[in-house]
């Protein structure tokens, strides 16, 4: 089991600096880096201050020279905002920047908000179209020379300039939730990246379950690799781990409201939620996440990841965005390395 921090600038209050976020977040990755982890992942989104992240590959490669060790992923990019001849470029580019440690990660996007900011009319079967669609697209172009007649793109013969630094290329993962999304990844021969969100560990087992399914229809492709994103905080105690389940549930609630897209956003800040809409949200509770995130003091965080382990996963990215202080993230991601990480070496 390999172990990676799934992360982002987050700002919730318009008091917060946006400057101080990015030396913070670089701060995270440092120790992440310096404590052996495997990776870190970040992902694009666009005008929500919920999660900063325009360009995965801009923080990618200013945190290529900042790291020594982690492979550096993108945790994801949306599929239907990129064209492919842009993508295989800037991705191939940011490979040789990055000397070979890149990991592209590709999705088909979540949020309504940006659909109908970037591609008005674009809904979720739009977006996975897109993405089926851009992934061989982008190896064909890594190959060099190659002509695209598609759906959603077209262009004549194309080789990417740059061509990357890993051949054939960057390692591709495609988040995946329902089956037809793993059938896809693993026909493609692409690594798979899974969420449970909210979910239990009932969740975590179905993802597996599907994934392997997709393993066994497609025999002749080498089995890739799974990787579980999951929020977690490796507690002190009790009652920090109660703390814990409480800002995880408020960022739960917040993550929902941007989801809906039904309330109003002023500069880039959704409207504050009360604690009693927080309270009577009907599936999100810190009971929940109590029981459904890994939160806990460290014997339990690694029971619940050797169970994970267990399974098949074999990466489990931390994600660590969960609206907390700078202060009580980099505790909890000191924690991680120093109780829970050595008991996976």
Not at 159 to 171: A, D, H, I, L, Y
Not at 191 to 220: I, K
Not at 231 to 250: F, G, P
Not at 320 to 330: A, W
Request: charged share 25%; aromatic share 10%; glycine share 8%.
């Amino acid at each position: 089991m390999k172990f990676s921090l799934f992360i982002h600038m987050e700002r919730v209050s318009a008091e917060d600096d946006q400057k101080q976020l990015y030396d913070e977040m670089i701060e995270l990755c440092r120790i992440a880096d310096e404590g052996g982890m495997h990776a870190i992942w970040t992902g694009e989104h666009h005008g929500m201050n919920f999660t900063i992240a325009p360009n995965p590959l801009l923080n990618l490669v200013d945190l290529a020279r900042r790291t020594k060790n982690v492979r550096l992923g993108t945790g994801t990019v949306i599929a239907p905002f990129w064209h492919p001849i842009r993508l295989a470029g800037e991705a191939a580019m940011a490979d040789i920047i990055m000397d070979g440690r890149l990991d592209l990660g590709i999705a088909r996007g979540a949020y309504n908000f940006e659909y109908e900011r970037l591609m008005p009319g674009l809904d979720a079967w739009g977006a996975g179209g897109r993405m089926r669609e851009l992934v061989p697209a982008i190896r064909k172009l890594w190959e060099g020379d190659y002509e695209h007649a598609g759906e959603y793109w077209q262009f004549p013969k194309t080789t990417s300039s740059p061509k990357p630094v890993q051949q054939p290329g960057p390692p591709i993962w495609v988040a995946a939730r329902d089956p037809n999304s793993h059938d896809f990844a693993v026909a493609n021969g692409c690594n798979v990246q899974v969420t449970p969100l909210h979910l239990g560990d009932e969740e975590v087992v179905s993802l597996m379950d599907r994934f392997n399914a997709a393993c066994a229809a497609h025999p002749e492709v080498p089995r890739p690799k799974i990787m579980v994103l999951r929020h977690a905080y490796v507690a002190d105690s009790e009652a920090d781990a109660q703390l814990a389940a409480e800002e995880i549930n408020r960022f739960y609630c917040y993550f929902g409201a941007w989801f809906k897209n039904e309330r109003p956003i002023t500069q880039g800040l959704i409207q504050q939620l009360t604690d009693e809409e927080i309270a009577a949200h009907p599936f999100y509770t810190a009971a929940g996440m109590r029981k459904n995130q890994i939160i806990g003091e460290a014997p339990e965080v690694i029971a619940r990841i050797k169970g994970y382990e267990a399974l098949g996963y074999d990466e489990f990215s931390f994600w660590i965005d969960t609206g907390m202080s700078f202060e009580r993230k980099k505790a909890s991601l000191e924690r991680l390395i120093r109780d829970v990480m050595p008991a996976f070496a």
